[in-house]
């Protein structure tokens, strides 16, 4: 990890149309390097954040810089380039269903190609290598010409993983990448994400419900409640109050409707 800050969300609010209001003046700094957890009930406000940073939808106000530069107001050109650098992964894997792992992993480098032909598959030698190198590396090689939805859920997600790399990001975030996931499916795809972290220095924001597999995996966590930043610690500093903290609006609505 370095001391650069990669990802800066600064002053970020985020109302939705419907006036639902997502994110409430967020400031975090995210390093170079870090394996940040955003812990958060249900609603807290974790996938909003997460959509924030590559763009998927804008913030309301303020700004989010990655490498520097702001995403939130960049367009055309100078946004798809930005976006090759964040990679994302999701609680329902997204993956092309009926197509071959192979195509869904090289459909990760369509940021790197024209239209048609990323449309028609005509992909590069060296890019259908660095697809079999980026299954290799979640340990899903022998897989490649099998249809995504002959995997199961976990090696759904580790092909997700393996598309995601194909763009050669600089962060991946992941938004409950285990929530469909049992267990132990779920530390073998976190593994997978620690991997990447430690041996590629990609950067990684993972979303978590699990306490657990913050605590295990997380280099610093961050709690939201109710579209607040409530606490943002290094994990092994963190505490069981930090976490009652973030449950406390359940709690207290819960006794206000029993009253
Ligand atoms: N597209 C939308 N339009 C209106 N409100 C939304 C939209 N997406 C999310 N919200 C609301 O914004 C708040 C934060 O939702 P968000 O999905 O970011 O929470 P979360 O912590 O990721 O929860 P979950 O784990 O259930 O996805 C919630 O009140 C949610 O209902």
Do not use: C
């Amino acid at each position: 990890m370095t001391d650069t800050n990669l990802i800066e969300i600064k002053n970020v609010n985020k109302i939705y149309d419907n006036g639902v209001v997502g994110l409430k003046d967020i400031n975090l700094n995210v390093k170079k390097g870090e394996f940040l957890v955003i812990v958060g009930l249900s609603g807290a406000g974790k996938s909003t954040l997460l959509r924030s940073i590559n763009r998927l939808h804008d913030v309301t106000s303020g700004d989010i810089l990655i490498d520097g530069q702001s995403i939130q107001h960049a367009s055309g050109k100078a946004l798809r380039m930005m976006r090759r650098n964040v990679a994302m992964i999701f609680q329902n894997f997204n993956l092309v269903k009926r197509a071959s792992v192979r195509r869904n992993v090289l459909s990760g480098r369509v940021g790197y190609y024209g239209f048609l032909r990323s449309s028609f598959g005509f992909w590069k030698k060296e890019d259908v290598q660095h697809a079999v190198t980026a299954l290799k590396r979640v340990n899903l090689a022998e897989k490649f010409y099998d249809r995504a939805d002959a995997l199961s859920g976990g090696q759904q997600q580790r092909v997700a993983i393996a598309r995601a790399l194909m763009q050669e990001p600089k962060i991946m975030l992941a938004d409950e990448p285990t929530a469909s996931l049992d267990p132990a499916t779920s530390n073998l795809v976190m593994d997978d994400l620690k991997a990447l972290n430690q041996d590629l220095g990609i950067t990684v924001v993972a979303n978590l419900h699990n306490e657990e597999l913050a605590l295990k995996y997380g280099s610093r966590i961050v709690g939201l409640r109710d579209g607040e930043l409530i606490f943002d610690k290094e994990a092994d500093q963190v505490s069981e109050s930090d976490f009652q903290q973030i449950y406390q609006s359940v709690q207290d609505k819960h006794e206000a409707g029993s009253k």
